[in-house]
């Protein structure tokens, strides 16, 4: 059961905004949000855990909706440095499977 | 540089070879996993180990099989491989089960001929 993002692909300019969505069709513990560039490994962002917290880093922000089993990872003020992909992995309180969604692909240009 | 290492980075085999892929971790982590990612593809999980035990096979072809000594390595033996097999092929660490993030190795691209 692996969660749902979208949208696949986002074209940003520097400075613009974006919201990438996750959604899972099971209850939630966690949600995870990593990103990716090419040829790299994926490099941790945040968690969220339950409760409906809502978490940043730096420009870049998520919240977590656990009655609708939901993410949004937010960019803000987007730079260069985050071009990318971007996952979200959710996991349910009983099991051991940190799934992963699809990623949105991210552009940032100048 | 996470503290996870994956070698190789790079391997060819043909489809009756038998090769293994190894993962190591020096961040005192308990749970390792081990993710094949193919392109346009959602990372999938196959295989969590907590304490060198098995927690969880995502019903993973037997051609595939993982191996923990200790809590420091994970190892994926391959064996009898089909070309669709090809992939880059992650590893990761973590304090423990549902604790804490991901931290991933930069993993081992796979082509099988």
């Known amino acids: 059961q692996q969660p749902v993002q979208s949208p696949q692909a986002v074209i940003l300019r520097e400075g613009e905004d974006a919201v990438i969505n996750c959604s899972s069709s099971?209850?939630?513990?966690?949600v995870h949000w990593y990103r990716q560039k090419h040829g790299e490994a994926p490099i941790f962002l945040m968690i969220?855990?339950?409760?409906?917290e809502q978490k940043g880093h730096d420009k870049i922000s998520a919240s977590f909706n656990e009655k609708k089993q939901q993410s949004s990872l937010y960019l803000t003020a987007s730079q260069l440095s985050y071009s990318g992909t971007y996952f979200c992995g959710t996991e349910g309180s009983n099991d051991y499977k940190l799934s992963f969604g699809a990623g949105t692909t991210v552009t940032v240009r100048a | 540089e996470t503290g996870v290492t994956q070698t190789p980075r790079h391997l060819v085999m043909g489809m009756t070879n038998k090769k293994s892929l190894k993962c190591e971790q020096h961040?005192?982590?308990?749970?390792m996993y081990w993710y094949k990612q193919s392109a346009k593809k959602p990372l999938e999980l196959m295989f969590v180990y907590s304490l060198e035990e098995r927690v969880e096979n995502n019903s993973v072809p037997s051609r595939f099989s993982p191996e923990c000594p200790n809590s420091s390595h994970l190892f994926l033996h391959l064996h009898t491989l089909q070309p669709e097999d090809s992939a880059l092929y992650l590893c990761?660490?973590?304090?423990?089960?549902?604790?804490?993030?991901?931290?991933f190795g930069e993993g081992s691209r796979l082509t099988v001929l």
């Open positions: 969220l855990l339950k409760g409906g």
């Open positions: 990761a660490s973590r304090a423990g089960l549902n604790t804490g993030e991901l931290f």
């Open positions: 099971k209850a939630l513990y966690s």
């Open positions: 961040l005192g982590h308990n749970a």
